[in-house]
């Protein structure tokens, strides 16, 4: 996992900066052009200590011949949360499950990620400022996560109102008068961050921050624009990144992936649609999937003219058969089909948040 995040980070230093990766036809030019997660406005700008992936969500899984890499989540993974809140509760519930085996803690997170960010944080006259979390209000899904984590990780919780920028620095308001900030850890997307950069009618954001990110007077977390990296098209060369960067062998697979864009790809895909599991590129959450054999034949005809309709929109995959875990259903203990999300922190080096026995 560190081998591959290591490439992604290096794939956004160099697509927001020299872009020698499509110089020498790497990977095509038009499929990173083309995609609405590159943002063009952001290059040359680039994030202190060249970190881009600050938290990265790898989402795995594992069939008969090992585990392989799903998807890369390094715009605003979410979840870590309910992995630390569901150890408490286990262990409170069941305390005898976790006495006498080497069961890893999962507790160390918000440490961690504090610690991190801390590592990269810009300094003005010698001294760091503080770090917040940055989130769009209480009616944002993941609302839960933002305060969670701000309380853990010792830092405020804070709504784009509760910052402004002057002199390319950014501000917390507070009662005893502004107070530096140097860390923004954001849970907004990238065109609510700053209205005067991206979406002018943004109520979300802070109008400036870019211009202080720019400056290299605040860490963004995650930076702006790393959604070409998560963009699923973008997902089959993460094995020639890794070769092509840090001249070494993937270790970990991933699924093979059919380009809706290119017509041989295309052509099977449609002949193929009740077999496969199509996906939006630019899609999170599993929203705007289709599972092919467990589709309607409405539904299939409905995402083959969508298909083509926006061929640079969908990419397809075989159904993958999962590995299971033992769940309890009502009253019983019954297989569900598993994917795991490996969370992982970059500051000066890179900790994964560990899972499983020693």
Not at 48 to 54: E, S
Not at 62 to 75: H, I, Q
Not at 124 to 144: E, H, I, R, W
Not at 308 to 327: C, F
Request: include cysteine; hydrophobic fraction near 40%.
């Amino acid at each position: 996992m560190k081998q591959r995040l290591k490439a992604l980070n290096a794939f956004l230093n160099d697509i927001y900066t020299e872009q020698k990766i499509l110089e020498d036809g790497i990977i095509p030019r038009e499929l990173v052009e083309s995609s609405e997660e590159y943002l063009p406005q952001m290059r040359w700008i680039k994030p202190p200590h060249g970190v881009y992936c600050h938290i990265a969500g790898l989402d795995l899984i594992k069939d008969e011949s090992g585990f392989m890499v799903l998807e890369d989540n390094v715009r605003t993974p979410s979840g870590v949360s309910y992995v630390l809140e569901n150890r408490n509760s286990l262990i409170k519930a069941i305390p005898e499950a976790f006495a006498n085996t080497n069961i890893k803690k999962v507790v160390d997170y918000p440490t961690e990620l504090r610690k991190a960010l801390s590592s990269i944080s810009p300094t003005v006259d010698g001294k760091k400022g503080l770090s917040v979390v940055l989130t769009p209000g209480q009616y944002n899904s993941a609302y839960f996560e933002h305060s969670y984590l701000a309380r853990k990780m010792g830092c405020e919780l804070v709504q784009g109102s509760d910052l402004f920028v002057h002199n390319n620095y950014v501000y917390l308001k507070t009662t005893k008068g502004p107070k530096l900030v140097t860390v923004v850890y954001r849970r907004i997307d990238d065109k609510f961050l700053d209205p005067e950069f991206f979406n002018p009618e943004s109520m979300l954001g802070v109008p400036g921050i870019i211009e202080a990110y720019k400056a290299g007077n605040v860490v963004l977390a995650n930076a702006v624009g790393n959604g070409i990296a998560d963009d699923k098209a973008i997902y089959p060369y993460v094995h020639n990144m890794i070769e092509y960067y840090l001249n070494d062998k993937p270790i970990l697979a991933q699924v093979k992936t059919y380009f809706c864009s290119e017509e041989n790809d295309r052509n099977y895909v449609l002949n193929n649609l009740d077999k496969l599991v199509v996906k939006e590129a630019n899609g999170s959450g599993g929203y705007g999937m289709l599972i092919g054999p467990q589709a309607s034949l409405d539904e299939i005809q409905e995402f083959a003219a969508k298909i083509k309709a926006k061929l640079r929109a969908y990419i397809a995959q075989p159904l993958v058969e999962l590995s299971t875990s033992p769940t309890f259903v009502d009253g019983k203990i019954v297989p569900r089909r598993v994917d795991l999300r490996a969370f992982l922190v970059t500051g000066k080096n890179t900790w994964i948040l560990p899972g499983g026995q020693e």
